[in-house]
């Protein structure tokens, strides 16, 4: 056979491949087992095997990988417009083959093992917190039903829910207490499992070099650092600090027409998980520029004074995400002398 091109459709049980030959003609459709799909193309010559970016093809890119095989992955999005009639598995194989041998597609690096650990910890920790906030909002609920308004916080709610419970003429039942009682215990329990994911993280960021470089840029951290490298891996895929930064979603949109460029917000593409951490990094380096006359910080005040200081915050990370770009791809630290001129 004379296949150069294979699209592989990818699901939890059945597999779905087309493969085409170097004209771009369809040679043949199969359908594969998942225990079958390893056997098969360890017995096929080298070829180009054409992916989308979803659950499990990180795994399965680093097995064909491992074959000899070039594998690309790419954006679901993007091979959206290269699908032909109706949604089927071996058209969105098909689609593949064509999106893959396009010269201006975009593909998204493989993953490593250690990255998508890095990801284990930093996706249960995030469940974690999210299932605290929404503790403490039912528990919020519950008090308000009461006439007990508390203020929003999750400090606030673990200092005051003690006194609450101590208080015995504030009118609440004792099948209340008891039940707010059992919240308090759930809260500590979330807040500690959420502390040890924390210190995991920071246990793998001062073991892994790239992490301790991007842990010197202001704003970052042991958990901004480790979800950049496991979300970002090599950066030389991207050819600058700005394809990066557009990669996350920090550049402004264009609706230009008529040769008149018109920018809008940012275009809040990327992990929106990663994007968040970054932002509020950056604002909490803003909250302190008014303290300092570094030139980071006379840079932070004049955005401050004429956008104010939400635009001050995502330009402040726009900033620091082409800085951590110099750091991975170059493998330099982070100079503060210099952060003017990035």
Not at 306 to 313: K, L, Q, T
Request: with cysteine.
């Amino acid at each position: 056979m004379n296949i150069t091109t294979i699209g592989l459709d990818i699901a939890k049980n059945v597999f779905h491949l087309v493969g085409t030959t170097s004209s771009g003609e369809q040679e043949f459709k199969k359908r594969l087992k998942r225990s079958e799909v390893l056997q098969y193309f360890a017995n096929l010559p080298v070829c180009l095997v054409a992916i989308e970016a979803c659950g499990g093809a990180h795994y399965w890119s680093r097995q064909f990988s491992h074959m000899g095989h070039e594998v690309r992955l790419i954006n679901p999005k993007f091979v959206k417009p290269y699908l032909r009639s109706q949604k089927n598995d071996y058209n969105d194989a098909g689609a593949l083959c064509e999106a893959v041998i396009q010269p201006r597609m975009r593909f998204v690096p493989t993953k490593s093992e250690a990255q998508q650990d890095m990801q284990v910890l930093h996706r249960r920790r995030e469940g974690l917190v999210k299932d605290r906030t929404a503790l403490v909002n039912r528990a919020r609920g519950l008090l308000a039903e009461q006439g007990l308004v508390m203020p929003k916080g999750i400090g606030i709610f673990r200092r005051q829910l003690p006194y609450l419970l101590e208080d015995a003429e504030n009118g609440i039942s004792d099948l209340l207490r008891e039940v707010l009682s059992e919240t308090r215990e759930q809260l500590l329990d979330l807040e500690q499992r959420i502390n040890w994911y924390a210190q995991r993280l920071e246990s793998v960021c001062r073991t892994d070099e790239a992490c301790q470089r991007l842990d010197e840029i202001p704003g970052f951290g042991a958990i901004v650092s480790t979800a950049l490298v496991a979300a970002v891996g090599d950066a030389r895929v991207f050819k600058n600090g700005r394809g990066l930064s557009a990669w996350m979603g920090l550049v402004p949109r264009q609706y230009s027409t008529g040769g008149k460029p018109r920018l809008l917000g940012i275009t809040k593409a990327g992990d929106r998980r990663l994007r968040a951490m970054i932002i509020h990094g950056a604002r909490t380096v803003a909250s302190y520029a008014k303290h300092k006359e570094d030139p980071l910080s006379l840079w932070i005040r004049g955005i401050q004074a004429r956008s104010g200081s939400n635009v001050a915050s995502v330009a402040l990370a726009n900033k620091l995400v082409r800085i951590a770009w110099v750091v991975l791809s170059r493998g330099e630290h982070y100079r503060p002398a210099s952060i003017t001129r990035i």
